[in-house]
C-alpha cells in the first residue's frame, strides 16, 4: 500500500503513514467491474404503410406537373408567336382563323388542344390521387406509364408514381384506405 497523502510505502493492514501520519484509507476489495445499464429504449416510431405515407405528395405532385404543362404549353405558343409574328402579322388569329398557313402551321389547334387535354388529365389523377377515389391507383399507374416518355419531370414523376402504387401490397394497401374511408388527416385505418 501507498499513502495518498506523501507516497510512501505502508505496511500492509496499518492504518497511519509511518512517515507523515496521514489516516490511510483501505481501498476497496476489487470486485467485478461495475455493470453498465443500457439506455432506455425510445418508444417506437408508428409505422405508416408506405402509400399511406407518398400518397400526399404523389397527388400534390401530378396536380403541379398539370399546372406546369399548361403553363408551358401557353409559354411555348406565346413565343411560337412572338417569333413568328413578322410572318403572319398583327391581325392573323382573327382574319385567318381557319386558315393556319403553310406546312405543319394546321397543327397548331391540335397540339393546343393536347396540351389542354394532359393538363387536366394529369388535374384528374391529382385530384383522383388526393380523394381517395377507388380509381384512382388504376387511372395514377396508367398516367404514370404515358408519363415516362416526357424528359426529366414527367419521366421522374412517372418513376414515382409507379414505385408508390404499381406493386401488388400497394394495391392492396390504397383499397384498405379507400375502403375504411381514410381522408387526409384522419388517424390511419386499423
Request: aromatic share 14%.
Amino acid at each position: 500500500m501507498v499513502c495518498q497523502a506523501c507516497g510512501s510505502a505502508v505496511e500492509p493492514g496499518g492504518r497511519f503513514c509511518p512517515r507523515c501520519g496521514a489516516q490511510i484509507v483501505a481501498a476497496a476489495p476489487p470486485g467485478p467491474p461495475p455493470q453498465y445499464t443500457a439506455y432506455p429504449a425510445y418508444a417506437p416510431m408508428p409505422y405508416i404503410p408506405r402509400v399511406q405515407r407518398h400518397l400526399q405528395a404523389l397527388g400534390t405532385l401530378w396536380c403541379l406537373y398539370a399546372l406546369y404543362r399548361i403553363v408551358s404549353g401557353l409559354l411555348g405558343l406565346f413565343v411560337f408567336r412572338a417569333v413568328t409574328w413578322h410572318r403572319w402579322g398583327p391581325d392573323w388569329p382573327l382574319n385567318h382563323w381557319g386558315d393556319w398557313g403553310h406546312g405543319w402551321m394546321h397543327l397548331v389547334p391540335f397540339i393546343i388542344a393536347m396540351t389542354i387535354t394532359a393538363s387536366l388529365f394529369g388535374l384528374f389523377v391529382g385530384y383522383s390521387l388526393l380523394t381517395r377515389q377507388t380509381w384512382g391507383r388504376v387511372l395514377a399507374i396508367v398516367a404514370g406509364v404515358l408519363v415516362l416518355f416526357k424528359p426529366l419531370l414527367g419521366t421522374a414523376l412517372g418513376i414515382y408514381t409507379l414505385w408508390v402504387m404499381a406493386p401488388s401490397a400497394s394495391g392492396v394497401e390504397y383499397d384498405a384506405m379507400v375502403d375504411a374511408g381514410y381522408r387526409p388527416g384522419m388517424p390511419p385505418p386499423r
